[in-house]
């Protein structure tokens, strides 16, 4: 490597532990100890989950604002969100508002929890004018379908005998009638984007509720019961607006969410890294580098399904960048990670330890690890060098 590279950092966050930003910075921090001459380019990633919405304004200079809305049992509590007044754009993380992290471990409750107030923001930005809503959908309570988030918009959910249906999931049962007719019109005029880094389906042994609802808080029973309501629930959808969310790859995101954004707007469903790679110009950025190094918290056989470190190694690979992961634990196959692009890959842990310290210890042991990859790099002083293209040259 040149003796003044240009460096590209772009990881996702190390969950419970830094932001994407922070993770940044503890990199860089680590690599300026061997390369102070070097240039920096740092784009914190995320795949529509946690850090979405942090990393899309950051890049396009928009605005973080809040709101006063629903948690997911109803309380109030403040929400981020962000709007891109140049391309009135908003982008929401339905986690500010209907996420698990809101809640305390007794009181997840998946029959329960509602989307409402990931529906009360998207309602603020269609009222502060965005045309363009984009919707990270990682992190939630809920399993509602989006019957919260459509009942925020102004569409009812009624019985056979024309009354609004109670609140939580397994009333859903009992939807004869989905009345959309007060459904607010402004839905019609604009775009939305639904970011996911899952394609799981709304039902079945795959769908958001066998899957997703067991770390919500539900049991076997429950489970099942969840399952069959949205089932009922995707039925009705099909029958009264023509959309077939039972069979939609995705739809089964953010306990359904996903299905009920596809039902009640236009929305599509797409892979969150690649949204937010889009909003920031990673392939720009990508193409000034001489090194890329890209990170979360664990690289494993799942990270191939719409993660962040996976689709900025195919992202470098196109343009021939070496690109090197760091991961608090790495149970993926070396193979499987350099047939996805990585040049190689790195756990941050020094050694055996339990979770809560190493969690404690993340920036240190990304800022360690950065600074003994530097040094290796360094190597050319002693004949060596890695070039652009991954050839070693003695």
């Not at 899309?56 to 605005?63: D, E, K």
């Not at 009638?177 to 604009?190: F, G, H, Q, Y």
């Not at 023509?242 to 707007?265: E, M, R």
């Not at 969150?272 to 990170?295: F, H, P, S």
Request: hydrophobic share 40%.
């Amino acid at each position: 490597m040149k003796e003044s590279p240009t460096i590209l950092i772009a990881p996702d966050s190390f969950k419970e532990s830094l932001s994407a930003q922070e993770v940044c910075l503890a990199i860089q921090r680590g690599i300026q100890k061997v390369y102070p001459e070097a240039t920096f380019i740092l784009s914190p990633i995320a795949d529509g989950g946690e850090g979405t919405l942090d990393a899309v304004i950051i890049a396009a200079g928009g605005v973080k604002k809040q709101l006063e809305v629903c948690d997911p049992l109803g309380r109030s509590i403040l929400a981020h969100y962000g709007i891109i007044e140049a391309s009135k754009t908003g982008i929401i993380e339905m986690a500010a508002a209907s996420g698990l992290g809101l809640l305390k471990l007794p009181e997840r409750d998946p029959a329960i929890t509602s989307t409402y107030g990931t529906g009360q923001l998207i309602k603020q930005c269609l009222a502060d004018g965005m045309r363009t809503i984009l919707i990270g959908v990682g992190g939630s309570a809920t399993n509602d379908g989006g019957r919260g988030m459509a009942e925020a918009l102004g569409v009812r959910f009624l019985d056979r005998n024309g009354q609004l249906l109670p609140s939580g999931v397994p009333p859903l049962m009992q939807l004869a009638k989905i009345d959309v007719s007060k459904l607010d019109p402004r839905v019609a005029e604009t775009t939305f984007i639904i970011a996911t880094d899952v394609d799981n389906p709304l039902c079945g042994a795959n769908g958001a509720s066998v899957v997703f609802g067991p770390q919500k808080g539900a049991d076997k029973k429950l489970v099942q019961a969840l399952d069959n309501a949205l089932h009922h629930y995707g039925e009705l959808i099909g029958q009264t607006l023509g959309k077939d969310v039972l069979s939609l790859k995705g739809a089964g995101a953010a306990g359904g969410l996903a299905a009920g954004l596809a039902a009640f707007t236009n929305a599509t469903i797409e892979n969150g890294a690649e949204i937010v790679m889009t909003y920031t110009d990673l392939a720009e950025k990508m193409q000034q580098a001489d090194l890329c190094l890209t990170g979360e918290g664990k690289l494993d056989d799942q990270s191939k399904a719409g993660k962040v470190p996976v689709a900025v190694a195919k992202l470098a690979a196109h343009y021939h960048v070496p690109v090197i992961a760091l991961a608090g634990s790495i149970t993926a196959e070396n193979a499987a990670l350099y047939q996805e692009g990585f040049t190689s890959a790195f756990s941050i842990q020094p050694g055996v330890i339990d979770l809560e310290t190493a969690m404690q210890q993340t920036g240190v042991s990304l800022e360690r690890v950065s600074e003994n990859i530097a040094r290796i790099l360094r190597l050319k002083k002693r004949g060596w060098d890695v070039s652009r293209n991954n050839e070693r040259i003695a």
